[in-house]
């Protein structure tokens, strides 16, 4: 593609918005946001690449990457985390960095930190929709809108795509949505094995509290108003774990407890004190700020599996019980119906250590429960990472994206396999989509318990 100066771009874009695509009808409410100033770009940015940035009505920051040859598509990114804690342009900037080869393969990129920090999917799919509508406004007029969500974002993504359609707004505000490494089952769901490691982590090493201090139920995360700093935390973890250690050094009984958590929780033992740490401070903040202080996480019912002595791990095991108006709460503000009006492409790396792959396999049954299935293509890569898998992963999901919603081609996972292939040589080596792959149902990784 020819390179076209700034203003050359801008315009070609306006152009194509005349051809009566997504995402391109006025919106005064955008008109009331301030527009964007120039700014510098961060680190990994291509440097002709002109970056805007502003904070909105509502006090998030957003960030703006315009490439200078635009090949008139917004990518309209939403974040994982979340981050507790006010947000910060540093969240943006960051965002970007990471997801500079959105911007290298033509794409304008937008991303937005949120009004707030924690655990609120439905004011950050706002927060995601009103930059929309201010790119709209006061930079240009896309011809195609991807929504795209990132881990904890994917959640955001998928939300904002049931809340926001034709219907609601009166245009189709996306064209189509990019969900990669998602935390996919929703509140209720997705975060149930992190109750069941507060409560094996516990069993095993009873230092989360320690005996001297207030005891509390471990489905609050901590108690409203306590502070625990995460070097403590780590301090806890590796006084009984020894994670801090190669193997060689832990004691046995370390060894055993270790194995016990990685074979029980089915967790790499590496991130075993980052699920600890969203257990406890992202608990403490979903129940303290989301639902009335109640939680709705609970392990009634489970049966543990996987240790030396199940019997005796299920026997003494803290048992944790979910409140029914918590559950509620979570449920309306982060689970999804599958109502997704727009063609919807997700990847996920089949060792992913965050975002458990089985968790795809429940959005597929959400999908189809919300009469969306035809709407839906997965994908899945050799990959055990969860925040980027390679470089040309994603410029060939958006192609095959873009394929579907502009010419009908809808994509299978062997297509895209074979196409990533061809952007190796554009975006570098890193394809590694296993087309054949079928994710286990999410009870075969996380076991069933009752549900109020």
């Known amino acids: 593609m020819p390179q076209l100066s700034w203003h050359a771009a801008t315009l070609a874009a306006a152009v194509l918005v005349l051809a009566g695509c997504a995402s391109t009808a006025p919106d005064t409410a955008a008109l009331q946001e301030a527009a964007p100033a120039p700014a510098a770009c961060p680190p990994g940015v291509p440097a002709e690449v002109r970056c805007l940035a502003g904070q909105d009505s509502a006090g998030a920051h957003y960030l703006i990457a315009m490439p200078p040859a635009w090949n008139g598509v917004l990518v309209l990114h939403a974040h994982g985390g979340p981050a507790l804690g006010a947000p910060t342009a540093k969240r943006t900037q960051d965002d970007l960095t990471r997801w500079s080869i959105m911007v290298k393969a033509g794409y304008a990129w937008a991303g937005s930190s949120f009004r707030q920090g924690g655990v609120e999917v439905r004011a950050a799919a706002e927060d995601t929709e009103r930059l929309r509508r201010l790119f709209v406004a006061h930079v240009a007029k896309p011809r195609r809108t991807v929504l795209h969500g990132q881990s904890w974002g994917a959640n955001v993504a998928a939300k904002g795509a049931e809340m926001y359609t034709a219907r609601s707004l009166g245009r189709p505000p996306y064209d189509a949505v990019l969900l990669t ?122 049966r543990y599996s996987g240790s030396g002595d199940d019997a005796a791990l299920n026997a003494d095991v803290p048992r944790l019980r979910a409140d029914p108006n918590a559950v509620r709460r979570l449920a309306e503000d982060t689970d999804l119906d599958g109502r997704i009006p727009v063609p919807v492409l997700t990847v996920k790396g089949i060792g992913d250590p965050t975002a458990f792959v089985e968790l795809d396999a429940y959005f597929k049954q959400t999908m189809e429960r919300g009469g969306s299935a035809g709407r839906l293509v997965q994908t899945y890569t050799r990959h055990d990472a969860h925040s980027y898998l390679s470089d040309p992963t994603y410029p060939t999901l958006m192609s095959a994206l873009l394929a579907w919603v502009e010419r009908g081609n809808k994509p299978t996972p062997a297509g895209i396999a074979a196409q990533c292939a061809k952007a190796e040589a554009n975006f570098g080596p890193g394809c590694a989509f296993v087309p054949d792959y079928v994710p286990p149902a999410l009870e075969t990784r996380v076991p069933a318990r009752e549900r109020p």
């Open 181 to 302: 490494s998602g935390v996919l089952g929703g509140g209720t769901r997705s975060y149930d094995f992190r109750t069941d490691l507060r409560a094996v982590y516990q069993y095993l090493c009873g230092n989360h509290p320690r005996p001297g201090e207030p005891a509390y139920p471990l489905n609050i995360g901590l108690p409203a108003g306590v502070k625990l700093p995460r070097p403590e935390l780590n301090a806890r973890v590796n006084e009984c774990l020894g994670l801090d250690k190669p193997a060689a050094q832990r004691s046995a009984e370390q060894q055993r407890k270790v194995r016990t958590l990685v074979d029980v929780i089915r967790i790499p033992e590496s991130s075993i004190t980052a699920h600890l740490a969203w257990g406890t401070y992202h608990f403490q903040d979903i129940v303290q700020q989301r639902t009335g202080g109640t939680s709705p996480f609970g392990n009634i019912g489970v």
